[in-house]
């Protein structure tokens, strides 16, 4: 679901409630990745949508507000990894990017986030049989020898995966295949 924001829905709490229901876990994903630290991450992007609020009248909403967002919690993960540096065990070679890797690693980090939450919302045999299958690189018949299924069961199961994925993913599809080129070949 993508929300059409301008300045004046902004101002109206369901609105505003629905854009941080939609953004909250990818953007505490991404940020997760630059600060290593869960709370941390969600305490940056809780921070970001407090300030987005009380500055709503002021914000002027020229860019996508997706935009507007990974680029704040891009920005306050990274204040906050300055100004934590002797806790900070990550490497800080690819936190310091040009606008163009800085776009693309948000895209990444949505896109991931997008997939792995499509994945974990198939039913539990049916995303386990998937995960099997596409993260750990069985077969159709080792995974039917390991739970104790039909060759047929796997195959059902993943002919459902692959058709909620598609419908979850149908905004996604060329990144997907891009993730999925860049994470199994």
């Not at 609105?15 to 990818?26: C, G, H, S």
């Not at 921070?47 to 914000?59: A, G, M, P, Q």
């Amino acid at each position: 679901m993508t929300i059409k924001i301008n300045n004046s829905s902004l101002s109206d709490p369901k609105t505003f409630e629905a854009l941080f229901r939609e953004f909250f876990k990818p953007l505490t994903h991404y940020s997760l990745k630059m600060v290593n630290d869960l709370d941390s991450a969600k305490e940056i992007v809780h921070t970001v949508f407090i300030s987005l609020w009380e500055n709503r009248e002021k914000i002027s909403l020229d860019i996508p507000i997706r935009s507007y967002l990974y680029t704040a919690v891009h920005n306050r993960s990274l204040n906050f990894i300055r100004n934590n540096k002797k806790f900070y065990k990550g490497d800080f070679s690819d936190i310091e990017l040009t606008s163009g890797e800085n776009e693309d690693k948000i895209i990444e980090a949505e896109t991931d986030s997008r997939i792995t939450d499509a994945i974990n919302s198939l039913p539990p045999r049916c995303s386990e049989i998937f995960k099997l299958s596409r993260l750990e690189g069985k077969k159709y018949k080792e995974i039917a020898n390991d739970l104790g299924i039909s060759i047929k069961t796997v195959e059902i199961q993943m002919s459902k995966a692959l058709k909620v994925l598609r419908d979850e993913l149908k905004d996604y599809l060329h990144f997907l295949l891009f993730w999925i080129i860049s994470n199994f070949l």
